[in-house]
């Protein structure tokens, strides 16, 4: 009998437990995207609807850096109209190919030509048509206003699209003079405009990933460490299967125990009612990670293999000073304390054996992957929809409620909504890992500095152990960090 079977056949108000198979689960570990998108692939960005409707599929994460505004300026400057006549759409992996995840401040100087390019292709499509239509040659036609311009009567943009035709959607080569358009005096880039679903924002219609409501949706939450490393030893399932509310307990990936329940109080009460037994990490665990995290410890076990930059003579300069300063300073762990706590939504469909998956990542491509790898679902399946996100700072690259409701849609055959609280997001996000730092700097008399020390030792802040398995560990420490 199949899993689906067994929980028709039990009824999932049983709470019998689903063991996840993990068939797509290999050696390779999910990896954020880190590879540019090519032009062509932009095309799909900007497309004209029968509506008349100017779509813009944002190709980065909106997080409250107003890209949705910078971006849709520039394809409201090539199409002649307003910026908030952009229906501007977040990412969606059926829709669009992998862009980079949204980090590093650079979507408006990795992204400007790139849309500048595709909405410039579609303008030059619009005109191509209008001149055939109309017998006018193209030099004498504008855009403008949401209308073909010319000496004749405008022509609407609606008239433009073939009958049956879902939209116009370009994908051939982006010419030269696209990529490079925008002409030197703008009305829309460089011009102070209302901000993009300002007006969603500030009615509270804005829909984050913990808004989405789907038809006959359940909630679900995963059973969490009270201490980073601790192990999963014993817990009760027969306990937690009786409490009201509960229809379900999943068993997930790499051990993970999820409670599904009619209500988010339920799923508390049901992951109380499992009374969770762990192993805390041992002395000696604690000890070799703070052990590895000693800049003093290291540069006396000639650990610090990255010197990038060595100019002068640091210790000539220093003998000969007025005055050495020699300090230490160590940081913590830290938690991106964005004001959105992490959500997500998952569905799955048997009959099409499709996941859809709704999240506020900076890397909807890389929730994919993780996605896929967690159920076994082959990724061409899944379907990730991100949404605007409260904030991320680096945080968001793995969402992890998102992951944990995607296991447990698909466990019990209906849509789940996982959604942390406050004082989950503190607990067990992805955090900022610790460093710790020697300075050591020499001033002349007139308290100058004349040589300057810096020695720091770290986590990688773009592989950790919550991207890399700990078979993959020594490979994740081998290049420098440029953070």
Known sequence: MNRRAFLRAAGVSAGGIVVLGTGGCGLIPPLPSFGEPAPED????????????????LPRAEMGQGIDTGLSQVVAEE???????IQCRYQKTDVMAPCQLTV???SIENYFELTAGAASTLRRELLRRASEQSGIPVDRLELRDGMVLGPDEPVAL?????????AILLTEQPLAEDLHSMRRKTRVVGKTVVAKHMDRIVTGTETFSRDVRLEGMLFGGVVQPPQLGARLEAYDEAAASKIDGVVGIVRGPKGAIGVVALTPMAVEAGLKGLKAQWTPLTPNELENVHSLMDVDAARDAKLMDHN????????AAARSAAQTLDLRYDSPMAAHAAMEPRAGVASYDAATGELQVFTGSQDPWFMRQAISKATGISEAKVVVSNLRIGGAFGGRVLCQPSLEAAWLAYAVGKPVKVQWSREDDFRYNYVGPQF???IRASLDENGNIIAWHHQMVGAPILTSSMLVPPYLHWAANIPADPG
């Open 158 to 166: 609606t008239s433009l699209i073939s009958p049956g035709e879902e």
């Open 42 to 57: 932009a095309l799909a960005w900007v497309r004209l609807t029968p509506r008349g409707e100017i779509e813009f599929w």
């Open 308 to 315: 990038p930059i060595s100019r002068g003579d640091v210790d």
């Open 104 to 106: 590093g401040s650079q």
């Open 436 to 438: 710790s730092t020697r």
């Open 79 to 85: 199409l002649g109209c307003g910026v908030l006549d």
